[in-house]
């Protein structure tokens, strides 16, 4: 198992900034795992009140961004630092913004479990809508897990479950389109629907890029645009 691990440097409090820092991530990924979770439960249980809950708590995760980005600041300010320790900071800033865009997308889910919170407005698409907010909720968490202990084959393997998430989010579009032709009177629902579909395979996305930055973390190698068959090839098998 690959995994990196930081340097102690001469001061203790450098360590203790580097580790606060990480602690926050983790604690700013729980939140957006949370706000993930109830945005897909007030969606698929018809949840307004929970709904509105989560497009209203964006907030927090907003701040937390803010607030990391401003320590990491500091931090390439008063200790320049470098090799993993600059890679660590690097990496921190990028996760948090697309944590940042996680809580949009979460935020997107409870605005329309709000607007779709009548009885049997997806009742047809709620099984499809299930399985693929499960996939990403998986993907998430193992990416966020694979961050915190900094294994660059979690991160691998996490990534690769982007292609079952795309599957699931092409299906429920086809379904969607097609009933689209058939009723153009449930334009509008049909369309929230699919915003919500969409909502979920942009989770996984950035779920694929927080794991791509564990990659850049621990090898030092930008993987942004190399195909995750041949980071198995180089990385797994070494």
Known sequence: MDKLHLDQHISGQ???ELEEIRNKVLSMGGLVEAQVTNGLISLLEGDADLGATVSQSDFEVN???VEIDEDCTQVLARRQPAASDLRLIVA???VITDLERIGDEAEKLGRFAVELAQPGEIGDYRKALRHLGELVKVMLHDALDAFARMDVDAAVNTAGKDDDVNREYRTLERLLASHLVEDPRQASKLFKITWC????ERIGDHSV???EYVVYLVKGRDIRHTSFD???NEFLQS
Do not use: G
């Open 230 to 232: 041949q980071v198995k």
């Open 63 to 65: 701040a937390l961004e």
């Open 92 to 94: 921190v800033i990028k």
């Open 209 to 211: 890029n927080i794991c």
């Open 197 to 200: 579909a969409r909502a979920l």
């Open 14 to 16: 450098f360590n203790l």
